[in-house]
């Protein structure tokens, strides 16, 4: 599913549950040792999936480690991206040769719980989604901008090592499948150039919405 939203050049590995070969390395191990068994299933089937997804780009097997604010520790020369929730995991690679950095998010199609809408949204943007609501009602436009901004903060962080909050990127929706997100704070240099936004592309399928960022070279 959401290679569909992916350039050619990021290899998408995704699961709707967690096979009994999805196992640990040892240096994974310690990261879940007290966690209860929803999330030693999402960590372990995700990062299963990103060492199929370092197969198909011809890599060896390697520990997928948290690191700092919880982002994964990719091998040298490799960019990457990881979701999980309730029913979907899916892991995207890339080489840092040709994709400068990735990100990605999937969420369940359902509406946001009460009250979290305000807390993730700029007021302009809740204008935007009640606007998209009206004209395309099989959407939960509120959900896909969740995942969308999450999408965002996962292909920020390894170009600026900095937090980025809900409320420093402004989104906007094109009911086609694609997204912008323009930054609110001062961006990394890109290319030469001082970031200042982000184009995505979104899907709804399958009782999910997902979201995707790719920066090419």
Avoid: N
């Avoid at 170009?159 to 694609?178: H, M, Q, V, Y």
């Amino acid at each position: 599913m959401i290679e569909k939203i992916l350039p050619a050049a990021v290899v998408a590995v995704e699961a709707y549950d967690d096979p009994p070969e999805a196992v640990l390395l040892p240096e994974e191990e310690p990261c879940v040792a007290k966690s209860v068994d929803k999330r030693r299933r999402e960590f372990t089937t995700v990062r299963h999936c990103a060492r199929q997804a370092l197969a198909r780009l011809g890599r060896p097997p390697a520990a997928i480690v948290p690191g700092e604010r919880g982002a994964p520790g990719w091998p040298d020369g490799v960019v990457g991206s990881m979701t999980h929730c309730a029913g979907y995991r899916a892991a995207v690679l890339a080489e840092a040769g040709e994709i400068i950095t990735v990100g990605i998010d999937a969420e369940p199609h359902v509406p946001l719980p009460e009250g979290v809408e305000s807390a993730v949204t700029l007021a302009d943007e809740r204008v935007h989604l009640a606007e998209l609501a009206a004209a395309h009602p099989g959407v939960h436009w509120d959900k896909l901008l969740f995942a969308a901004k999450e999408s965002v903060y996962k292909a920020w962080f390894p170009l600026a090592r900095e937090w980025l909050g809900f409320s420093d990127a402004r989104l906007r929706f094109d009911p086609a499948g694609t997204f912008t997100a323009e930054l609110l704070v001062d961006g990394p240099r890109v290319k030469g150039e001082v970031l200042r936004g982000f184009q995505g592309r979104w899907l709804a399928e399958g009782g999910f919405v997902v979201a995707a960022i790719a920066i090419a070279v």
